[in-house]
């Protein structure tokens, strides 16, 4: 499975931007799929998490309410729409996929190359 991270860039704080991460390969409909981040200096975490079927996501405290995961699974492709950026939300942004779902680094089977986002006060 290839994953192709996209959408990333420069924004003002406040400001909107939304990710995508298109699958390919020998995907398969029941991967759970989800994002990380790195920002510099600080370990990879974990941002937000779609179920195979796209009825359960999940959210770090850090983002909650403020971006959205979401998933077209007939175009296996993962969406994470982040509105009300702020400065700390600047990282390079990995897409990943697994099996036992992609809510945590140990869970994830396949890493996308990331994406940066930065956000600018």
């Known amino acids: 499975v290839q994953l192709q991270a996209s959408g990333g860039g420069l924004v003002q704080a406040g400001g909107s931007l939304r990710l995508s991460c298109a699958a390919s390969?020998?995907?398969?409909?029941?991967?759970?799929m989800g994002w990380f981040r790195r920002a510099p200096g600080k370990e990879r975490e974990f941002v937000a998490a779609v179920s195979w079927s796209g009825e359960s996501t999940r959210y770090s405290d850090s983002v909650k309410g403020r971006f959205t995961i979401s998933r077209d699974s007939a175009k296996n492709t993962v969406y994470l729409q982040m509105n009300s950026l702020k400065p700390e939300d600047t990282a390079v942004y990995y897409c990943?996929?697994?099996?036992?779902?992609?809510?945590?680094?140990?869970?994830?089977?396949?890493w996308g190359k990331g994406t940066q986002v930065t956000v600018s006060s």
């Open positions: 990943a996929a697994g099996l036992r779902g992609a809510w945590a680094t140990t869970t994830v089977d396949y």
């Open positions: 390969g020998r995907t398969r409909s029941n991967y759970g």
